[in-house]
């Protein structure tokens, strides 16, 4: 079965650092891959996807991501976190051409002044 | 921008009480999903529409069920909520281009 992989479920980093959140999943057949930002109190955001194409996506806010297809990973970074990227980021995936999106169970970023 | 919206942000409900969340979309969305995020299991999925009067059960659908009598309305019922179906429900609708947009969430409490 599908799943969705988030190992990191709280991760603290300071302000104007680097942060890697990561995803892997597993899947035998072709995917799409999601990520999405939710703030307190909030509905979900998406960050950006991955459908096709180039395997290096960017997304609003500054992030990033790669679909790395041989390790089964689609990682987020960004390069300098700001205190407002406080919040919580989910991946999901979904076979390619299909409805159903899986999540994974979300990591916290808390962005420390 | 889509715009997807839903009836109340926070309910309080007694146990056994019939419950009805609604969600509505601006974009002519046709698939249309309910989940339930609860703390350290993410997002799961309860039903999903995918044309008005179609559905499909998620991965838990026990206890819920669902209506779509029209293309923008997505209506998720608990015939009689329990104090375990204590949670944050969310509605989303599918763009065309795979994505979901998400309304703002209901935190149903279930006492």
């Known amino acids: 079965a599908q799943s969705v992989t988030q190992l990191d479920s709280q991760v603290p980093v300071f302000e104007e650092a680097p942060v890697e959140l990561r995803c892997n999943y597993s899947?035998?057949?072709?995917?799409?891959l999601f990520w999405y930002v939710q703030y307190p109190n909030q509905g979900l955001q998406l960050l950006l996807k991955y459908l096709s194409g180039s395997t290096l996506v960017k997304g609003i806010n500054g992030f990033e991501a790669e679909f790395n297809k041989s390790q089964t990973s689609f990682h987020l970074r960004k390069p300098s976190v700001h205190i407002s990227d406080t919040a919580e980021y989910f991946c999901?995936?979904?076979?390619?051409?299909?409805?159903?999106?899986?999540f994974g169970t979300g990591t916290r970023l808390k962005v420390l002044a | 921008d889509v715009k997807v919206t839903q009836s109340s942000r926070y309910l309080v409900k007694r146990t056994g009480e019939k419950v009805f969340l609604e969600c509505v979309q601006d974009m002519d969305h046709e698939n249309m999903f309910w989940y339930r995020q609860d703390p350290g299991l993410g997002l799961r999925l309860i039903y999903f529409s995918y044309d008005v009067k179609m559905k499909e059960k998620g991965d838990i659908p026990e206890g819920y069920s669902v209506s779509r009598e029209k293309k923008e309305r997505f209506s998720l019922i608990l015939e009689s909520a329990s104090t375990n179906q204590t949670s944050m429900y969310l509605c989303a609708s599918q763009g065309q281009a795979w994505e979901q947009y998400f309304g703002p969430g209901t935190r149903l409490t279930v006492t």
């Open positions: 899947s035998s057949v072709s995917v799409y």
């Open positions: 999901a995936v979904s076979n390619s051409g299909t409805y159903k999106y899986i």
